[in-house]
């Protein structure tokens, strides 16, 4: 069975803790991480499903991300980090 996780619309400072509490629970198997929410994407909470991509990866488990905001899919973007934590359906084309 997939667990799921909706995103709050911030994630700043104050969301890491829980977040990551969120993730580890959940860990050892797929997971969808639903971010259709999100307004304001901090990054710390970015570095948080950063890792856990990474941890998901490692254990040959599913992780996803669904229906990502353009606030997400932006910063996400702005730091640098699409390729690894977005689908190819939500990366940009920019050359």
Do not use: H, Y
């Not at 488990?61 to 669904?66: P, T, Y």
């Amino acid at each position: 069975m997939m667990a799921a996780i909706a995103l709050p619309e911030n994630l700043d400072l104050k969301a890491a803790a829980p977040l990551k509490a969120a993730l580890i629970e959940r860990r050892g198997g797929p997971i969808e991480i639903q971010a259709d929410e999100v307004r304001r994407l901090g990054g710390l909470c970015l570095q948080v499903l950063l890792a856990a991509r990474k941890a998901w990866s490692r254990d040959g488990q599913a992780f996803s991300i669904k229906g990502p905001s353009e606030a997400f899919v932006e910063t996400t973007r702005l730091f640098g980090a699409e390729g690894a934590l977005l689908s190819a359906e939500f990366q940009g084309a920019e050359s």
